[in-house]
């Protein structure tokens, strides 16, 4: 009996690759399906959006479509388009990331507006002193030291690996010289004083982890996301340390979750910090109080 020979499939389009994928996407329940197909492939062709939108007919060779689909499989594990990129833009820059560092998020760009208001606001240019605790990626501290180019900072952090990712992305973002990073548990050991300091704990409580989308309850480190039972504990060891280390007239900008404004706030005032709950509660644009600004007295 001869053999059956099965035909070769023909190449993919472009288009009918991104239709493939973007329904099967929808299919298993990914609200941005559309946009994510067309990141995936963009990014294994290696186009840019205009280029995309010009190329519908481009056929994808053998190789392009092994890599695609390989791409796919991640993203239909529930892994994020940040993580298999490797890179996420934040405040206009783009930062490598890595297993210990946290995707960052749109709302944590209210801690960089904020802390350089504050920087423009009080603080003498030259020598304004920066501490970003918990630093991760190091996007907080990198992003405000390139928009106020007379600071300098510390990021500080508990995981080595973080760590080097946030020196790599200080030298991709040209500030290098201005940035240092050490490793310690929050505040603890710091023997300098800031003029600002800037933190995104963990603030989930531990008992909602395994609530959160899959994307961040199976990928983000669970280090920056426990925040203890009451989601509390790393805010309330910053808020202890953090008077002790800013100088007169310093400031302390910190990010919560939802609900945890006025906890925070009260922890701030009880440790000697002035909290003004009508100015001082930032909420973000999704209306949520998202950061509390405290200040130690001149």
Request: charged share 20%; glycine share 10%.
């Amino acid at each position: 009996m001869a053999e059956l020979q099965l035909a070769p499939q023909p190449p993919q389009t472009l288009r009918s690759a991104f239709n493939r994928a973007a329904r099967t996407l929808a299919a298993a329940g990914i609200g941005t399906a559309g946009l994510d197909a067309r990141l995936l492939l963009s990014h294994v062709l290696g186009l840019s959006h205009e280029d995309f939108i010009a190329a519908p007919a481009r056929l994808l060779d053998a190789a392009d479509e092994a890599r695609f689909d390989a791409l796919m499989a991640r993203r239909l594990a529930g892994e994020p388009i940040a993580r298999i990129f490797g890179v996420k833009e934040f405040w206009g820059r783009d930062f490598v990331l890595g297993a210990e560092t946290l995707v960052p998020r749109p709302e944590s760009e209210l801690l960089v507006e904020a802390g350089l208001d504050a920087l423009r606001d009080g603080t003498p240019g030259e020598s304004a002193r920066v501490a970003d605790v918990g630093t991760g990626s190091g996007c907080l501290l990198i992003s405000i030291l390139a928009d106020h180019q007379s600071a300098h900072g510390l990021g500080v952090d508990i995981s080595l690996s973080a760590l080097r990712i946030a020196a790599a992305n200080a030298a991709r973002h040209g500030v290098a010289d201005r940035a240092r990073f050490v490793r310690a548990n929050w505040l603890e050991a710091l023997a300098p004083k800031f003029d600002l300091i800037v933190a995104n704990p963990p603030y989930v409580p531990s008992a909602a982890i395994a609530a959160l989308p899959r994307e961040v309850a199976r990928f983000d480190p669970a280090a920056a996301l426990d925040g203890g039972w009451d989601g509390l504990a790393a805010i309330r060891a910053i808020a202890t340390a953090a008077p002790a280390r800013l100088n007169s007239g310093g400031v302390l900008l910190v990010e919560v979750g939802a609900g945890q404004a006025h906890a925070a706030a009260g922890l701030f005032a009880d440790h000697g910090l002035t909290v003004d709950r009508g100015c001082d509660v930032m909420c973000d644009l999704s209306g949520i109080a998202r950061v509390v600004r405290g200040r130690r007295a001149r």
